[in-house]
């Protein structure tokens, strides 16, 4: 009986393969995002102030961060979790496959959730006379919460390894 569950709960590891195959739909979102962004961009660039067009570039780079963090989970998190992904042995491999545990993940989305945090911040900066300054205090609030978290988290991945 204890082998039977034993088993089981071993094999139920490919329930998540699903779910990393549904980041990759969500990638594929984001790319169609991206395209729509790009074509706002290039279709009224004759007509965009120079503020609006580093708006939409800025959307376009958080959307690329996104979109790399979503790969790096998606195929970090089958590799960690699931199963090792096969490459065959031409076929180009990247360079970090295999080589991110759950923790260098964890460390990953946190500089990645902070980088994207501060894109979002840029964006809110660049439109300030928009905002109201207690929403852009909890954005800077909020910002600044994920650094440290961030920092937190780095610091004390550090003092478990040691």
Do not use: C
Request: charge should be negative; charged fraction near 20%.
């Amino acid at each position: 009986m204890e082998r039977l569950i034993e088993k089981l709960i071993y094999r139920s590891r490919w329930v998540l393969a699903p779910i990393y195959l549904g980041l990759s739909l969500a990638v594929v979102a984001l790319t169609v995002k991206f395209f729509q962004e790009l074509s706002h961009l290039l279709l009224d660039i004759w007509v965009l102030k120079e503020a609006e067009m580093i708006l939409i570039v800025l959307s376009l780079v958080d959307i690329s961060m996104v979109g790399g963090l979503l790969i790096m989970v998606m195929m970090s998190g089958y590799e960690n979790f699931v199963s090792r992904l096969d490459v065959d042995e031409g076929e180009e491999k990247l360079g970090w496959l295999g080589t991110m545990d759950s923790s260098s993940l964890k460390a990953k989305i946190a500089a990645s959730i902070v980088a994207i945090s501060s894109i979002h911040l840029l964006k809110m900066f660049m439109e300030v006379q928009n905002i109201d300054n207690t929403k852009l205090m909890w954005y800077v609030i909020i910002h600044m919460t994920f650094v440290v978290s961030a920092f937190l988290m780095g610091y004390l991945d550090t003092k478990v390894k040691k």
